[in-house]
DNA sequence: GATAGAATGTAAGCAAGTTTACATTTGAGC
DNA sequence: GCTCAAATGTAAACTTGCTTACATTCTATC
């Protein structure tokens, strides 16, 4: 339904021209962590733009009660930090790596020097910033208005492009900021109108049933 | 404590330089909505800049059960549409004229073209861009982890500037997303702790003792 | 295969926000 | 000053998601 550039929701390293790439990769300082250490914390003022060559980062924050939320998770050729470049706003979550990391990085005056030279480049981080915020605006936007099946039916779809979900019902339920029953009560629904079967670490899709689902009650299309 | 640059967070006019405004005056198509009629319809794929002159504009959907919730209302010298722009996502929300506005558009091609000769007009949507994304970010961050009460004066602080906030309980309401009956429980609280002093549309706010109140149950300070 | 750890299904009680309803207070305009 | 619509305070019943708990099912690995 909504036309899209391919550009639309793909990592930045995707969508730059092999030129643009090259720079970043050249003027980046490399820097590998290890599973689970601290990249930034909450709060940090450091400024530069990063991006993900090897393995995964979470984002996320303590809640005061000692739980954890998660935020979202990035992987190889997605940036982060671009608010500290632009907005010299201080870093809103706190990152880790998982599995090993390796991460460029670039000082904040080299890269808006660049971004000066470059439309090509400015284009590209317009277009990852601009469909991250509509993305997060969406989310904002069903939490509101739809219920668990439905918010948890169009995330299904984003993520199971090929009719089947790999995750387990926890990953889910850090993905949607739920916990893990509430995730398990609406796969029981889901599966009793007979959209999704369950399996042991993975869901498979009866795609267009469950499109059909989402699309009866209301909204447009998951961006994925 | 956040060290921002004066740009975050305020509106794309502001932030341009003249030479830069009075190009985008020139170059858009200037329409006048009267109060209540629509300027576009969620869904819809027109692309181009919309920047406000003269009035606001409220976004928002209708819920399925005849509700309406509000995502947020812009005035004069804010743009929006930039997803048409780059992402080439449809519109995520309804928009309509809160008492008569000026609306400036410009085609997508024209700005795009502009953009690339102009450095300082992609940095300055970038801020915008990036500004809007990290409040959305924080706004979906402490509707998970702070009860309502800190989410009230949260927004309170943003708010209210110089102390007073004129609002209606239904407006904040609207604003936060809950019913008014939650807000007004949590003014009760804030009442309790004297943190601030109810009146008839508006809420006298103890600026200090609030901005400690929030600080002590975590987070960052509002963006605003 | 046997087994242990991980993932899942489900129930009970709790917490927080919603809707509905109604009494009270306020202030703008006559 | 009076009046009335708007705004506010509060209660009751309901909904939904959370936490805790526990039984069951699956699968990697020995």
Request: aromatic share 4%; glycine share 10%.
């Given at each position: 339904m909504s036309t899209q550039t391919p550009a639309a929701g793909r990592p930045l390293i995707e969508i730059l021209p092999e030129s643009e790439v090259s720079w970043l990769r050249r003027a980046a300082r490399w820097r590998t962590f290890q599973?689970?250490?601290?990249i930034h914390m909450r709060g940090?003022?450091?400024a530069g733009l990063s991006f993900i060559d090897k393995g995964c980062v979470r984002f996320g924050n303590p809640g005061t009660d000692g739980s954890y939320v998660v935020a979202s998770t990035m992987g190889p050729g997605e940036c982060f930090g671009e608010a500290t470049l632009f907005?010299?706003?201080?870093?809103?979550h706190e990152a880790v790596a998982v599995g090993a990391a390796t991460i460029g990085m670039i000082k904040r005056e080299v890269l808006l020097e660049r971004l000066d030279a470059s439309p090509v480049l400015a284009r590209a981080m317009l277009t990852v910033v601009t469909s991250r915020l509509y993305g997060v605006l969406h989310v904002l936007d069903d939490a509101q208005r739809l219920t668990m099946p439905v918010r948890l039916a169009k995330h299904l779809l984003q993520v199971g492009a090929k009719g089947i979900v790999s995750l387990t019902q926890q990953q889910l339920a850090d993905r949607l900021g739920v916990s893990r029953v509430t995730i398990s009560k609406a796969l029981t629904m889901l599966a009793e109108e007979d959209l999704i079967n369950r399996g042991y670490g993975r869901i498979l899709l009866r795609t267009g049933k469950l499109r059909n689902f989402v699309e009866a009650r209301n909204t447009l299309l998951p961006i994925g």
């Amino acid at each position: 339904m909504s036309t899209q550039t391919p550009a639309a929701g793909r990592p930045l390293i995707e969508i730059l021209p092999e030129s643009e790439v090259s720079w970043l990769r050249r003027a980046a300082r490399w820097r590998t962590f290890q599973d689970g250490r601290m990249i930034h914390m909450r709060g940090d003022t450091r400024a530069g733009l990063s991006f993900i060559d090897k393995g995964c980062v979470r984002f996320g924050n303590p809640g005061t009660d000692g739980s954890y939320v998660v935020a979202s998770t990035m992987g190889p050729g997605e940036c982060f930090g671009e608010a500290t470049l632009f907005a010299d706003l201080p870093r809103t979550h706190e990152a880790v790596a998982v599995g090993a990391a390796t991460i460029g990085m670039i000082k904040r005056e080299v890269l808006l020097e660049r971004l000066d030279a470059s439309p090509v480049l400015a284009r590209a981080m317009l277009t990852v910033v601009t469909s991250r915020l509509y993305g997060v605006l969406h989310v904002l936007d069903d939490a509101q208005r739809l219920t668990m099946p439905v918010r948890l039916a169009k995330h299904l779809l984003q993520v199971g492009a090929k009719g089947i979900v790999s995750l387990t019902q926890q990953q889910l339920a850090d993905r949607l900021g739920v916990s893990r029953v509430t995730i398990s009560k609406a796969l029981t629904m889901l599966a009793e109108e007979d959209l999704i079967n369950r399996g042991y670490g993975r869901i498979l899709l009866r795609t267009g049933k469950l499109r059909n689902f989402v699309e009866a009650r209301n909204t447009l299309l998951p961006i994925g």
